[in-house]
């Protein structure tokens, strides 16, 4: 049954400044000299509960609003923020920032136009119009769910968050961009213990999108469905270890594309020779059948806009194709040092933050082969299906993740259920060994951490096979 007939619902702003106001401040910020200024405003309204063991342990609700100033100057950036919006304030911040350049360019001239997003997103139910407690019966009803599965459940932890985030940038070129951005996300997470095994199960959904997240997502089912793996793991035999095939589906999300190559075409860590990718546009870094895409105009998902936060058109941008590195991923200052422009991918936790290239929704493109083909086409090896945390070297590229759910792959089948595998390898040596890659696509979601920032993002991989790949588990 829908959740609403309410229809389009627009998002409310608050806080936007005039203009005039925002010229002011540019032209203030470059009165000493300088390449390039912006100033960024947020405004972001949020309500997170957590629910653990049966207990609502916090209810979070609150706004903010504030303001970054910006200047680049020589490849360089001078920033300050404020949360006081007054004019007097603001300009006196810009004449701060501009102190870091010596000399003057004299009176500018700007005439700031307002830019039209070339994709837009429709919220249908607005999540501040829910009251809060139809947001707690949301998480109480996922907790009495999964402790009512099975008794081996000893914690649960039911989590629902909702962000309202009104962004307004204005630049030195004479961009007055905005966007409205609403993210919704339900998490719930449970520990099963058995004897002397405890495991864990974990379970995900969300996107920019609004309260008619749970028209398509059930929350019990999500606590029901984290029980079930937990409970599986419980009972599964140690997952054996050495090197071995290794299929991929797509039901496991693109954690590993993220880690594994996503990072590594972030244009800052490339030019600074912190990426084993640094140098290498037009090599080839990865096998054909793959192609990488960050593509922020996805209706829904978690890593989309419809400008970034640099007042950067949202957009598809191909990385790698066909196994050659055709680009990184630009803000304003990457793309400068290396005489390209930017491909909108300048992103940045808060006004307190400095924009810098993050991924937005990033993903291995569909292939043409069927999935079950690909499991069928080996004799025995590991199916991974869910993939848990990891660490990767970008420099190196060697990376290490752990497998919340996998099974043996017997007779071309998925067979029984191991617990405590790994995958540790090299990045560009796997992508490069892929020789199968499947017609369907499965998206994760997350908050990327970098430089203390963490922003909201989206990840997918479609089902590949890796003809050998290390895996981490019980030897002998």
């Not at 419809?306 to 990457?334: H, N």
């Not at 993740?401 to 405590?420: H, T």
């Not at 390898?425 to 990327?448: H, K, Q, R």
């Amino acid at each position: 049954m829908p959740l609403l007939d309410e229809g389009l619902i627009p998002t409310e702003r608050y806080h936007m400044l005039d203009a005039g106001l925002l010229a002011d401040v540019i032209r203030k910020t470059l009165s000493r000299g300088g390449d390039y200024a912006d100033v960024y405003v947020e405004d972001r309204r949020q309500t997170a509960l957590v629910l653990e063991d049966g207990r609502l342990e916090k209810v979070i609700s609150g706004t903010e609003s504030g303001v970054g100033i910006r200047l680049l100057y020589g490849g360089r950036t001078a920033y300050a923020f404020s949360n006081d919006l007054a004019p007097e304030s603001l300009l006196a911040a810009a004449s701060e920032v501009s102190r870091a350049t010596a000399g003057g360019t004299g009176p500018m001239t700007l005439d700031l136009r307002t830019v039209r997003p070339e994709v837009d997103y429709a919220i249908r139910l607005a999540p501040a119009r829910v009251p809060v407690g139809r947001k707690i019966g949301l998480v109480r009803k996922a907790d009495a769910a999964a402790r009512k599965l099975d008794a081996r459940i000893r914690q649960v932890s039911a989590v629902y968050r909702d962000t309202a985030q009104n962004i307004q940038i204005a630049t030195s070129d004479g961009t007055l961009a905005g966007d409205d951005r609403v993210y919704t996300t339900a998490i719930v997470h449970v520990v099963a213990a058995s004897d002397d095994s405890i495991q864990t199960g974990y379970e995900s959904a969300g996107g920019f999108i609004g309260f008619e997240l749970f028209e398509e997502n059930d929350m019990e089912e999500l606590g029901l469905r984290a029980v079930r793996r937990a409970i599986m793991m419980l009972t599964a035999r140690k997952a054996p270890g050495g090197r071995m095939p290794v299929v991929i589906s797509s039901a496991a999300g693109g954690t590993m594309i993220h880690e594994a190559i996503g990072h590594g075409l972030e244009a800052d860590l490339a030019q600074q020779g912190l990426s084993v990718f640094s140098s290498r546009i037009g090599s080839q870094v990865a096998s054909p059948f793959i192609t990488v895409i960050d593509d922020s105009t996805l209706p829904g998902k978690r890593g989309s806009f419809r400008f970034d936060d640099e007042g950067t058109q949202s957009r598809r941008t191909v990385l790698v194709d066909r196994g050659i590195l055709k680009s990184y991923m630009y803000d304003r200052l990457s793309a400068a040092k290396d005489g390209a422009a930017s491909t909108g991918n300048g992103r940045r936790e808060s006004y307190r933050h400095r924009p810098i290239p993050r991924m937005t929704n990033t993903f291995i493109d569909r292939g043409e082969t069927p999935p079950e083909s690909i499991l069928s086409s080996l004799g025995k090896g590991l199916l991974v299906e869910k993939m848990g945390g990891g660490q990767v070297n970008t420099v190196t590229g060697d990376f290490v993740f752990d497998v919340q759910e996998g099974y043996l792959i017997e007779g071309g089948a998925k067979g029984e259920p191991v617990r405590g595998a790994t995958l540790s390898g090299n990045g560009p040596a796997v992508l490069m060994s892929i020789d199968m890659v499947g017609s369907d696509l499965g998206f994760s979601i997350g908050t990327c951490g970098k430089d203390a920032q963490g922003v909201p993002v989206s990840d997918a991989m479609p089902t590949v096979r890796l003809p050998e790949i290390v895996v981490g588990g019980s030897y002998g």
